[in-house]
């Protein structure tokens, strides 16, 4: 545990086993009696590479995202070679794009990487060995750690031995059942340094969930831990494993487990269960394993908020490159600053920027297992940003939501000195512009919603601050394009739609790097899914439009939109509207089925704490706004009161199965849409 010490505006010291760490503007550093960086041992087959693919791609200058744009769409072979030489390459590709079917395309095609590398050994190589890589803060069990780059590389190095130890070599599964803490980052990047394809899946997951993937990955190795740690309560993940490992044929040969300090023993089965802290203490360091391109790095199973789960192939060398030109282009950081994105390491944000992006671009990532309220109150994410000097945050809607309910004048937060703080960034769902406009009012920074998805790994749509966007956008849009996606609105007859009109948002092809190269052994879903309806486009099954400046909109999921009466409105939409109601804190909109009108708008919703009005007044009110905002069309009139909206582990709604719940339908509620409180 890591006590800190006394600490002042740009510099803040904590003492851990002799040794001191300084932050100032420049980020976390080692100052004295740092430990020994790890040998680094000589490889079979070093990391060699031209000089012309060593040097770090210059960070974009502001005012050139019209340029970089019109560059993505004339010439994407040139500006993604360009940004590839952020990234170190063992062996220099031989064509920057290839084009393998309709819907398909190659990044760096021959060109050999390995991204674990990339993200510790090169920052250690250029004399970052000792500036601080993770920062792991958990409320939930009162400790802090600051673990240096060295440190990370020490451990994933032996951690990467132990692997190869028991087996596991280059394009094996390996599974991650864990919680968040610095272990299921050492494993993810471990898996990385030897060319093995991880699969992370949420902690706590129930074990019929956790033996599907099990069974479709069919991994050589399971990691997990002892216990993870929910407020008020322990998880206990291998009894749930073992649980699920009975409930199908496909046995892993080994489970490696690692056991969480000060909270108790757990029995390990001799033959199959390995100790996490033995395997390593007696382990080899490995070196970084070079593979090519398009090497699956992971596997991630998403079902969104509707239907059964899919697994996102993600690609090694286009997300390095594009998760490292993002940091600076997108989220306008620098090197060695601090960067905090409080999600989970289970969804996409947590892979592409709690884990690969910050480290890839050199910079201080904090690792926060807790919630924004009830660890221990509505101040713990303003504690966070204060106590480590973290210039900018990624979170949820739902988060910003939930401290606000708890504390709608922040009182708590406003005890905390932010002036490091500079940007936040909101993504995940859609956010109203009431909650926008009190992030911008409370933490008095620019409040930036953006967009993406679990299949693209980085974002659609931004304000891109390295390419000088601008910080005050529109309220109520995702930002304008990112370079690499050539966004279009369709109507269902795959024509474009006016201005300002709503339609299926689509992606032009090709995909830029990073995004995803098909479904886990599910090629004709892929197909199906994502090309069939739209030829020539990635559907994101988003609907939404564009104004007149290029900014996007993005309304609902296209199931999300509502039918009345051949009407189509938006349920994000009506949402919005009855959000700026101030007695509102939160709600869904679903679609109930109606004899007349098809369907009509049906709202459940959420009340902020210590709100004095009778339930018929304020259902007057409410309906009074969305006719305000929406129209009659909407014929919106039924509301129904509730404590809490059920929602997916990453804060989306779950609205299929809501949809099927209100209409008296059966539902299921996937794995990821269990019901998590924030």
């Known amino acids: 545990m890591i006590i800190p010490g006394k600490r002042t505006l740009l510099q803040k010291i904590v003492h851990c086993s002799s040794r001191v760490y300084r932050v100032s503007t420049g980020g976390f550093w080692c100052v004295t009696q740092p430990r020994k960086a790890l040998p680094l041992v000589p490889q079979t087959r070093p990391l060699r590479i031209a000089s012309a693919y060593v040097s ?22 040139q500006l993604w070679a360009e940004a590839a030489q952020g990234i170190t390459w063992h062996k220099p590709w031989t064509k920057t794009m290839e084009r393998k079917e309709p819907f398909s395309t190659s990044w760096f095609v021959g ?25 792991y803060d958990s409320p939930v069990t009162n400790m802090k750690e600051f673990i240096t780059y060295n440190e990370v590389l020490e451990q994933v190095s032996k951690l990467a031995g132990v692997m190869l130890s028991h087996g596991v070599k280059k394009g094996d599964c390996v599974v991650i059942y864990m919680p968040m803490i610095p272990q299921t980052m050492y494993t993810m990047l471990a898996c990385a340094r030897i060319g093995a394809i991880h699969s992370l899946i949420f902690g706590g997951f129930a074990s019929k969930e956790l033996s599907s993937r099990i069974d479709h990955t069919k991994p050589k190795l399971v990691v997990t831990s002892t216990f993870g740690i929910e407020p008020g309560r322990k998880v206990e993940y291998v009894p749930l494993l073992e649980k699920a490992l009975e409930m199908i044929n496909h046995q892993p040969e080994r489970v490696l487990i ?58 090694t060398g286009g997300y390095a490159v594009m998760l490292n030109w993002t940091m600076s282009a997108i989220y306008g950081l620098k090197s060695k600053e601090v960067w905090w994105a409080a999600s989970d390491l289970g969804w996409v944000v947590g892979h592409s920027y709690i884990c690969y992006g910050p480290l890839l671009h050199g910079n201080t990532t904090v690792l926060y297992e807790g919630k924004p309220v009830g660890t221990p109150d509505a101040g713990a994410f303003f504690r966070v940003l204060s106590e480590y000097g973290v210039v900018a945050l990624f979170t949820a809607p739902t988060a910003i939501r939930a401290i606000r309910q708890q504390d709608p004048e922040a009182v708590l937060g406003k005890q905390y000195n932010l002036t490091r703080f500079r940007t936040l960034f909101v993504a995940g769902e859609r956010c109203d512009v009431d909650t926008l406009e009190w992030c911008k009012k409370i933490f008095k920074v620019p409040v930036l919603d953006h967009w993406w998805q679990t299949e693209t790994g980085s974002p659609i749509t931004a304000s891109c601050i390295g390419l000088g966007n601008s910080l005050t956008p529109p309220p109520g849009q995702t930002g304008k394009l990112v370079p690499g996606y050539n966004v279009v609105i ?41 090309f069939q309806k739209f030829p020539g486009y990635y559907d994101t099954m988003d609907a939404g439009y564009m104004d007149e400046e290029g900014y996007l909109y993005v309304m609902s999921r296209v199931d999300d939109v509502i039918n009345v009466a051949g009407h189509r409105i938006s349920a994000g939409a009506i949402e919005e509207a009855i959000l700026s109601h101030m007695a509102v804190a939160d709600c869904a909109v679903v679609g109930q089925e109606d004899r007349l009108k098809g ?37 919106f009139r039924k509301v129904v009161f509730v404590k809490q909206i059920p929602k997916t582990r990453s804060g989306k709604i779950p609205r299929s199965a809501l949809a099927s719940l209100v209409n008296g339908k059966p539902y299921k509620v996937t794995a990821n849409n269990r019901i998590y409180s924030y």
């Open 111 to 135: 060109g050999e990487l390995n991204i674990c590398y990339n993200a510790l050994d090169r920052h250690i190589e250029n004399g970052q060995g000792d500036q601080i890589a993770i920062i």
């Open 490 to 530: 369709l109507d269902d007859n795959k024509q474009p739609v006016k201005v300002k009109t709503l339609g299926n948002i689509v992606v032009k092809l090709p995909l830029p790097p990073g995004a995803f190269l098909g479904l886990w052994k599910n090629e004709e879903l892929y197909k199906e899914l994502y």
């Open 56 to 77: 770090h791609a210059a960070a974009p200058a502001a005012g050139d995202y019209g340029r970089v744009f019109k560059r993505s769409v004339d010439e994407p072979d």
């Open 258 to 315: 690692y056991s969480r300090p000060n909270m108790g023993a757990v029995p390990l089965k001799p033959g199959r269960h390995l100790d996490w802290n033995e395997e390593v203490a007696k382990a080899k360091p490995c070196d970084a394993i070079p593979v090519h391109s398009d090497h699956p790095l992971y596997i991630l199973y998403t079902s969104g908020t509707t239907g059964t789960p899919k697994g996102i192939v993600r690609p």
């Open 599 to 635: 369907h009509v708008p049906l709202a459940l919703c959420v009340l902020r704490n210590g709100i004095d009005i009778e339930e018929e007044q304020l259902l007057e009110e409410i309906v009074a706004r969305v006719r305000e905002d929406i129209g009659p069309v909407a014929a």
